[in-house]
C-alpha cells in the first residue's frame, strides 16, 4: 500500500508534466544556460581551463535541482492540493517518497543533456566509465532531492520559500556535492580511478540511506501545523 | 484500514500561532444526521477550527474526539472517514475532471479496481454525473469557471462517503440553481448518517441548512444552540454587524 500510494503521486506528477512540459523544459534551458555560461567563462580555444568539468556538472545538477524543487511544490501549492494529499487516508511519508521520485526522475532526465554537453564543451571523458558515472549521478542525485523534497514540502506555505529553499539545502547537502564532485574527478583522471570512485559512491549511497530515512521519518510531524 | 465513528467532540480545544491565538477553549460535540453550522465574522477561528477536525492542524491545547478516537494515533484511519471542501478546492487545474477525481479515488481506496466499481457504483462517474460535468469529463480544470470547480471539489470531497463532512464555504461562486442542488445534497447526506460542519458567512443559505449553530468570535465560543428561525437577528445580537 505504502508503495502504490508513492506510485499514485508519482504516476500523477508525470501526467501533470507530461500535459504541461513546464518544469522539464525550464530545468533544461536554466541548466544548459548554467553550463553555457561556464563553457564560456573556463573554456579557451576549446581547452577547459583546470579541471573544472566534474564541478560545473555538479552546480548544474544543483541549480536545476533547486529550481525543479521549487515549481514541483509551487503545483501543490496552487489549490492546496498538498493538503488534499495530506488528508487522505494513507500513510504520509509514501506522499513524500512519491514526490521525491518524480524530482529524481525530472532531474535524472535533465542529467541526460547535461552529461553530454559538459563533456563535449569541456572535452571531459566523461563515459570512459559510463555505469559508475551512472552510479555516481543516480546517488548524488537521490541524496540532494531527499533532502530537497523535505524542505521544499515544509517551505511550501512559506511567503520567502523561493530564497530559503536555498538557503537550508545547500549547507546539507555540502557532503552530497563533494562526493558527487570528487567521485566524478576521479572518473575524469587520466587513467580513471575506480577505486576512489567507487568509495564516493559508496559513501553517496550511505548519505542517501541517512537522509532518505529522516525525510521519512520527519514528514508527518512537520507537515502537520 | 477506516475507522468509523457516530459522534465528534471538542473538549476545550485551543489552538496558538506563536502569540496569536486563533481558537480558544472551544467545546461542542455533534452527531450523525447532524448539520453544524459554524459562524462568525472574519478571523474569529473557523477555518483553524476546521483545520483541526481535518486532522490537519494539532491542538495546542484540548482534545478533538472521533467517537472513542483521538487523531494522534488513529490518524489515517479516521482521514478515511473524513472529507473536506475548503476555500481553495484542492483541485489540480492541469488535470481533466475525470483525471482529479480517479487520483483521489485511487488515493482513498475508492478507485474499485478493474472495472472502477465499488458495491456496484463507478464512483468517479457517479462524482462526474452528480456534479453535472460529464460532458466535459475530459477537459482540463483549468478551463473551468469557478462554480463548476466548486461542484468538482464538492464531488471530490464526497467521493469516498465520509462521514465528517467539513465545508468551507462551499456556497462561493455557486448560481441559484446548483445552490438549491448542494443544498439538497448536503440535506441528504445528512440524513443518511454523515456529520456535516458548514463554515460559511451567507446567513441566508445557512438558515433552513443548519441544525445546530455555533457562533464564533475572536477564537472563542460564544454560542452552541439549536438552528432555528431568526438566524440573521441572533447572529447580529451575538457577534454584531
Known amino acids: 500500500m505504502f ?85 487522505a487516508p494513507v500513510a504520509r511519508p509514501a506522499i513524500y517518497l512519491g514526490k521525491l521520485l518524480g524530482v529524481v526522475i525530472l532531474l535524472g532526465l535533465a542529467e541526460l543533456l547535461l552529461v553530454p554537453l559538459v563533456a563535449l564543451l569541456f572535452s571531459a571523458s566523461l563515459f570512459a566509465r559510463p555505469l559508475l558515472l551512472a552510479a555516481l549521478l543516480l546517488t548524488g542525485t537521490i541524496g540532494f532531492c531527499a533532502v530537497g523534497t523535505l524542505f521544499a514540502a515544509m517551505l511550501v506555505r512559506a511567503r520567502t520559500r523561493d530564497v530559503l529553499l536555498p538557503i537550508l539545502l545547500y549547507p546539507i547537502t555540502v557532503p552530497v556535492m563533494i562526493a558527487g564532485v570528487r567521485g566524478t574527478a576521479a572518473l575524469l583522471a587520466a587513467p580513471p580511478d575506480e577505486p576512489v570512485a567507487t568509495m564516493w559512491i559508496g559513501l553517496l549511497m550511505s548519505f542517501d540511506v541517512v537522509f532518505v530515512t529522516l525525510a521519512l521519518w520527519t514528514f508527518e510531524p512537520l507537515m502537520t501545523e | 484500514m477506516i ?16 502569540r496569536r491565538r486563533a481558537v480558544s477553549r472551544v467545546s461542542f460535540a455533534a452527531g450523525r444526521g447532524e448539520i453544524v453550522g459554524l459562524l ?27 467517537g472513542q478516537r483521538g487523531a494522534g494515533r488513529d490518524g489515517p484511519a479516521l482521514r478515511a472517514r473524513i472529507g473536506l471542501l475548503a476555500h481553495e478546492l484542492h483541485l489540480y487545474p492541469e488535470l481533466s475532471a475525470r483525471q ?142
Open chain 1, 3 to 87: 508503495l502504490k500510494v508513492a506510485l499514485l503521486v508519482l504516476r500523477k506528477d508525470v501526467i501533470i508534466e507530461i500535459k504541461s512540459r513546464e518544469i522539464l523544459f525550464t530545468t533544461l534551458f536554466f541548466s544548459v544556460s548554467c553550463i553555457l555560461v561556464f563553457s564560456f567563462a573556463f573554456v579557451s580555444e576549446g581547452q577547459a581551463v583546470g579541471d573544472v568539468a566534474a564541478g560545473i556538472l555538479w552546480i548544474a545538477i544543483a541549480f536545476s535541482g533547486t529550481l525543479a524543487l521549487g515549481r514541483t511544490f509551487e503545483r501543490e501549492r496552487y489549490g492546496e492540493t498538498l493538503k488534499a494529499l495530506l488528508l
Open chain 2, 40 to 66: 462568525g465574522p472574519n478571523g474569529a477561528g473557523k477555518s483553524t477550527l476546521m483545520g483541526m477536525l481535518a486532522t490537519l492542524v494539532s491542538p495546542s491545547g484540548g482534545e478533538v474526539r472521533y
Open chain 2, 100 to 241: 482529479n477525481l480517479a487520483f483521489f479515488a485511487s488515493l482513498y481506496g475508492v478507485d474499485g479496481g478493474v472495472d472502477g466499481r465499488v458495491d456496484g457504483v463507478d464512483r468517479v462517474e457517479a462524482a462526474l454525473q452528480s456534479a453535472g460535468l460529464a460532458d466535459r469529463a475530459d477537459d482540463d480544470v483549468s478551463g473551468y469557471s469557478r462554480g463548476m470547480r466548486q461542484r468538482l471539489a464538492l464531488e471530490r470531497a464526497l467521493l469516498h462517503g465520509p462521514r465528517l463532512v467539513l465545508l468551507d464555504e462551499p456556497f462561493t461562486g455557486l448560481d441559484d440553481r446548483a445552490v438549491g442542488i448542494v443544498t439538497d445534497r448536503l440535506k441528504r447526506i445528512a440524513s443518511e448518517g454523515a456529520i456535516v460542519v458548514l463554515a460559511t458567512h451567507d446567513l441566508d443559505l445557512a438558515e433552513g441548512l443548519v441544525t445546530r449553530l455555533v457562533l464564533l468570535r475572536d477564537g472563542r465560543m460564544i454560542a452552541d444552540e439549536a438552528a432555528g428561525p431568526g438566524l440573521r437577528t441572533r447572529y447580529r445580537a451575538l457577534v454584531g454587524g
Open chain 2, 3 to 18: 475507522a468509523d465513528f457516530d459522534q465528534i467532540s471538542l473538549v476545550d480545544v485551543t489552538r496558538h500561532f506563536g
